[in-house]
Structure formats: C-alpha cells, structure tokens
C-alpha cells in the first residue's frame, strides 16, 4: 500500500485502530436495553469502565425481522423488549440520546442479527452512527429461514447505503461465529474473509473480521493467525482488524469458572494480538446480564489482557504460535475454491453453497447442503468428520462412523466442563478438609 492514500475510517474503525497504535485490547459488551434512559445509562457505564470500551446497541426482535409496528406497540404499552427497538424510537430520539453521553469520540456499534437489514442500517445511518455488524451468510443461515439469494441482495444494498452516506462506515463479518460452537476453524475463517470481501467489493473501506472462541487455546490461535494472515492477502487495501468473542457455547456454570473463561480470551487476543473482543459475564449460564455484570466482565478482561504475555507483532508473516496447524492451507483451500466460481463475492457465495463447498456442520437452513459434521478430538481440537463436498479433508476417530446424541451433547459441554471442573474439585477438597477428625 505504499504511496496509496490511507482506507477512510469513520469513528468506529479510528477507535479501535488508535486503542491498537496503543497496544491497548479494545473490550466491548454485548447490550440492549428498549427505553432510551435505560440504553443511556448502560452506554455511559460502557464509556466510564475502567478499560478501552466501545458501546454497543444490540436491537430487538422484532426490529430484526422488520415488525417496526409490533416494536413500537411494545414501547407504548410498556412491554418487555430484549434490545433497543432503533427504528421505533426513531433518528432524533437516537440521535439525542448519543449526544447526551457528551463524549463525541465515544465509539458505538449497533448489532442486530437480521438477514435483511436495510432498514435498520438506514436508521442508523440517520441517526449518525457509523458503525454495524453481520453479513450475507453469518445472518441469514444460523438465524432464519430467508433465502441465502434475498439476504445476498439485502446485505449488498445495504453495504453501497453505508458506503454512499457514512465515509469510513464500519463493517464487522460475524462469518467467525458460525452456530457460535462446533464449527471447525477453517471454515469460520474463510467466511470470515469471503464477507469481508463482499463488504469491499461494494464499498466499504473499514472492516473487521470476526473469530469465536472455540475448543481448544492452541488451534484458536493458529486459526487467528490464518485469519489475519488471510486478511493481509485478500483485504491489503482497506483498513481491517481482527475481533475476538469470547468463548459463545455452553457457558460454565460456577463463577469461577466462567470468570476462568471470560480471561483465557482476553489472553487469546493478547497473544493473537486481536484488537477487540467482544466479552461474556458470569452470568450467562443463569439469567440476562445486568449493567454492572457487562462493567465487570469488560473491566476483567482489559486486566488479563494487560498481565497476559506480550503479542507478537501485527505484521502477519507466518501467523506466529500454532501456524503449522495446517489451517490456513485449508481456509485458503475453501476461499479459492468460492472465489474460482465468480467475480462477483455474492454470485460466488450463493454457487459455493448450491455446490456444498461451503457447509456448514448442523446448520438447518434450507440453502446449507447439511452434509458435514465435526467433533472434538482426544486433544480438545475440533476436527471435520464429515466433510461433504467441501474440499476439505475429514478424519473420523477410530471406531466412530457416526455422531451420537450422546456425544453431541457430551462435546457441547466440553467448554464448560473444562472450566467447571477445577472449582468444582476444589470446593470438594474445602469440604473435605472442614469435615476431617484434624478440623474439628
């Protein structure tokens, strides 16, 4: 990129690209309340914690399926709402509440979930907001049932309404999140890529790329590295980063375990030198997280990720730690073989998924062929068992020919336990010793 122009970024992209210049981890919180004081009051918390925060507006259900009129009901009778109704409210009411923060560099997100989101990336674009996530694949298949050709068109018209009226607008693929759990690495790292350069190919500058937390520590980090990797080769002429999610299945059901969990991710971004992870509470397992919840989870990870160890640069090279894994040959591998299909991103994602060279393991959607299938292997990887007709190579374990209920479930858990089981043994061992002859 020598002697070109730098990519535009907007607010969201500076933030996170300045919190980067810094060797600071950007944390960010998942939260949506419905009513605007409320919505306020947790974007303040967000901006007063002590970490490198950006906000987030997570909208509700109805917003995202387009049922503005059942949402603006739901405000005016006062009903439960599980996120912030942004079309509802309208552009002045959103735009008041910003500026009532009194902190115009305070960097916000709104995140949705919706595989037709043109009216909601128009009211923010008129409520001043630069920033937005999803894409054409990550939320149409685990989420809906809409066509993978109308979400294409959607997501696309959507992209060029952003380009045309937000300069930097920022745009982050959840391709990395795939079903949040179960999904082999090179498969979220190529959808990672792809929709990134589908949000290129149609206009936008400032993008991120996601990665969910999976199995085990050592394939996360050789998968970032194909990640980042990746990105330099296909997305080397606009300004990218990479966000990390905490870990986004089965959550630990002892605090200290979650909490156990929450950090082991911000190590992860350190080490991977991610620039932004998207964070859990301890609460998860039990009930909707409050504010002081999301506070104290964006306030623990920042602390692990300062003490964590050093990362090793941003300039990609081999990936650093675990990049022999074999997975970024194999999330080339499943770029190439959509990209070789058509020029155009969007034809080339509906032909990879009519083909089955993308599939995503125990996804339902009408337009995922379903003939893949993963599992965790005695090393805590996640590993293809069935690879369908994706050009991947799937090794079953000695003696499995097939996936049971039972083991499904058993590596559902396999997180969870792994976090659990350390508090649960010591507070058994504490019993014990209270209980002894010794003790008493």
Known sequence: MSGQPAPAQGRFGTAVAQ??????????????????????????????????????????SYTRVGDHDSARKALAEGSDLNGFPIVAHGAAATREMIASLAAPSF????????????????????AGLDATEGGPVSYCL????????????????????????????????????????MCPPSLLVAISVLEGMFFRQHGLTSISLSYAQQTSFDQDVAAVAALRRLAGEYLGDVAWHVVLYTYMGVFPRTGGGALELLRSSAVLARVTDAERLIVKTAAEAFRIPTVADNVQALEEAALAARQA??????????????????LYEEARTLVEAVL???????????????RGYLDVPFCLHADNAQRTRAYVDDTGRLQWLAAGAMPVRAVAPAGAARLSADGFLTMLGHVQHGFDAPVLDAASRGRRSLGSPSNV
Request: with cysteine.
């Open 19 to 60: 919190a980067a210049a810094r060797g600071e981890l950007v944390v960010q919180p998942r939260m949506g309340m419905p009513d605007i004081a409320s919505m306020r009051a947790g974007l303040r918390a967000v901006r007063q914690a002590n970490a490198t925060t950006v906000g987030t507006i997570t909208l509700d």
């Open 107 to 126: 960097a916000i997100q709104v995140r949705h979930g919706s595989p037709l989101p043109l009216g909601i990336v128009q009211a923010l674009v008129d």
């Open 142 to 181: 685990p989420y809906s049932r809409t066509p993978l050709r109308e979400s294409v068109d959607a997501w696309a018209k959507s992209c060029e309404l952003l380009a045309a009226h937000v300069p930097g607008a920022h745009l982050e693929s959840f391709g990395g999140c795939m079903l949040g759990q």
């Open 309 to 326: 160890v050093p990362a090793l640069g941003r300039e990609g090279g081999d990936g650093g730690p675990g990049a022999d894994d074999g």
């Open 340 to 354: 070789e299909l058509d020029p155009d991103v969007g034809r080339a994602l509906l032909g990879a998924f009519a």
